[in-house]
């Protein structure tokens, strides 16, 4: 059963800044190049057979490609007690639409889908229960741009637990209008 969601890729030069963000932070688990990505839809274990239905779904999303900025540091949890450290984007509309539409396809598919709150954003940390403060760090560094970047398509990733964490390989790319 493979483990697996919907995602955008993140530019390459994006990422090498994103990565320089990185400071000791107790229970800091960052993410490395090979890890940054936006999530629009997960869907965790899937079975095999349910995989050409997910494809199926997406191919029917129609939307147009748009440009996106990579701007800003927030977390979610407290500063002080934070669960993820995440870089933010700009504008959220064309990803909220994307996320909206791939979600209702999936579930007029069947597919079971997350229905909390869609907040698009970076993942760059995630912390553990003793997780030191990001509050100064955010004060400091919170408006930070990372740069534009095209988004001509979005992709289904498969994750696999590796021995540095989490492994994205894409299965199928979707390209946008």
Known sequence: MPKVFFGVEIA??????LLKVQVPVQSA???????????????GNVADDAVPGLVGAATSVVESSFELTVRGLGCFGSPERPKILWAGVAPESPLVNLHRQLRDKLQTEGT???HRHFQPHITLSRFGRDAGSVKEFIETRGEEEFGTMSVP?????????????????????FPLM
């Not at 289904?156 to 790319?173: A, K």
Request: proline share 4%.
């Open 29 to 43: 688990r960052w993410q490395s190049y090979e890890q940054l990505h936006l999530t629009l839809v997960f869907l």
């Open 153 to 173: 398509e979005f992709v289904l990733y498969e994750s696999n637990q590796g021995p540095n964490g989490s492994v994205y390989t894409v299965l199928q790319r």
């Open 112 to 114: 079971s889908v997350e």
């Open 12 to 17: 390459p030069d994006i990422k090498q800044r």
